[in-house]
């Protein structure tokens, strides 16, 4: 039986404290360390007095446990919004052996893995649910949630909230309903690494939703990175890039160091693979483009040491739990700081010495400007999107005629639901005659600032100060 602080369901914030000594003694039992940070106490002494926090801390801080010890502090269910499957797998298996019920659900999962896990809800025997953010778009799911009596809820990589932020995801949206629908008093915990004052201000906006009265604590730690050394090597003919790139693998693969290779496309990181392993190199790709089972599998086999280089695209990022990293590298330029400060956040989790190499060649520029267009496209395209919509054009037809990707698409969809130019029937989004005139000052503010953002990260490529002072200042930090 796990030790609980008594609170009762639907009061004000608990006026009782669990005092950090005794906190201490549980955390050693459940968790096996032998003491919290100042700043994980303070967080977590924050929830379990109801407050809706917002934690800005590096990579590497530990955030984990702050919410998973404040859910087995509280009498019932903690949901935790998470856009990482990985992550889920991970953080479940380690509290169930810690003997913590947990449970996810996420597309990984059979119908009746799924029927379950839910079963286990209902009958609340399950203290932390982790579920992906796009699992509010089933309906069964949603009007069950709307029932449960939820402790707490948290999530996990906020930035995702708020379309300022560098990696925003529409589903992330439907999160703020769930918040409106919480009793007050009811301890809301959103945590990220990487957010600028815009970012934090609007996902703040979100957190305040369905209680104007209920204010957001903002815990805002050191962001700076002191065991990682940052460099950007500034390379002339393309055809030299992957010779240079492999002579510094070489050097690092000689003191025994395991690291990541990011590259911009999923083609890219199957051919610099293939290269890498033909010169000797235990090397693997990793892409969005893999399936579930194979992506798990290069997971598995990195953390135990199979390779000593994975080749990815930013698909292996957040919630990787390796924390002997030594180096990353980056064969193509980030779109932002914000992307590049949260992928070398992956190298020395364990505090001892690490490097972050940025390759950097002129006209690595057009794949992100291809990407910009693709994550924002133009309001021209929006109206000739609509307008074939208007003209009866089938989903299929409308990317085929446009010439439109998946990705490109499913960003278009999400933006005209939002504003009743589409509506989904039997879950195909179907077009409304008579529908609102199409916003589009909001979409071209959205596309300006990413565009404001690739520049500064021009800037960091020719920064002759201290590289990781300017990446901390970007994100906020002023001292």
């Known amino acids: 039986m796990l030790p609980t602080l008594t609170r009762s369901r639907r009061s004000a914030p608990q006026k009782a404290r669990l005092q950090r000594a005794s906190a201490t003694e549980v955390l050693q039992s459940l968790f096996g360390h032998a003491d919290f940070h100042d700043r994980q106490w303070e967080l977590i002494d924050h929830l379990l007095q109801g407050k809706r926090v917002l934690s800005i801390e590096r990579t590497g801080f530990g955030k984990s446990l702050v919410f998973q010890f404040a859910a087995t502090q509280l009498p019932g269910l903690t949901l935790v919004f998470s856009p990482l499957v990985a992550l889920m797998h991970d953080q479940v298996h380690a509290l169930e052996s810690r003997g913590i019920a947990a449970a996810f659900l996420n597309h990984t999962q059979s119908a009746t893995e799924q029927k379950g896990v839910l079963e286990k809800v209902k009958c609340g025997s399950i203290k932390l649910l982790y579920v992906a953010p796009e699992r509010d778009a089933d309906r069964a799911w949603e009007l069950l949630l709307k029932t449960l009596p939820l402790s707490m809820v948290v999530i996990d990589e906020a930035h995702c909230v708020s379309v300022w932020g560098h990696d925003f995801r529409p589903a992330y949206r439907r999160i ?142 957040m919630g990787i739990d390796k924390a002997d990293i030594r180096f990353v590298y980056h064969l193509q330029i980030p779109a932002s700081p914000l992307h590049y400060y949260q992928e070398i956040g992956r190298a020395g989790r364990d505090g001892k010495p690490a490097s972050a190499v940025l390759f950097y060649h002129p006209k690595d520029d057009r794949l992100i400007h291809r990407f910009i267009d693709t994550a924002q496209p133009s309001k021209e395209r929006y109206l000739r999107c609509i307008e074939a919509l208007a003209r009866g054009f089938s989903e299929g037809g409308l990317q085929r005629s446009l010439r439109m990707g998946d990705d490109t698409w499913r960003t278009m969809k999400q933006e005209l639901l939002d504003q009743a130019i589409l509506a989904l029937h039997n879950g195909k989004a179907v077009y409304q005659p008579g529908h609102p005139a199409f916003q589009t000052l909001h979409l071209e503010n959205l596309r300006l600032a990413k565009l404001s953002e690739f520049e500064a990260m021009k800037l960091y490529i020719h920064w002759k100060g201290d590289r990781m002072k300017f990446l901390v200042q970007y994100l906020g930090q002023r001292r």
């Open 176 to 317: 703020s309903e769930v918040v409106a629908r919480l009793p007050a008093g009811t301890p809301l915990f959103a945590c990220t690494a990487t957010a600028t004052q815009r970012t934090e201000e609007d996902i703040c906006r979100q957190l305040r939703s369905g209680n104007t009265q209920t204010g957001v604590e903002i815990v805002r730690g050191d962001l700076s990175r002191a065991n990682l050394k940052t460099e950007v090597v500034v390379f002339g003919p393309m055809e030299d890039k992957d010779a240079l790139v492999l002579r510094r693998l070489r050097q690092e693969l000689q003191k025994g160091n395991t690291g990541l290779v990011y590259v911009g496309t999923r083609k890219e990181a199957e051919r610099f693979a293939v290269f890498l392993h033909r010169q000797g190199i235990e090397a693997v790709f990793y892409h969005g483009g893999m399936k579930g089972g194979m992506r798990r599998s290069v997971e598995e086999q990195w953390k135990e040491g199979r390779f000593k280089v994975v080749v990815s695209t930013n698909a292996l990022g």
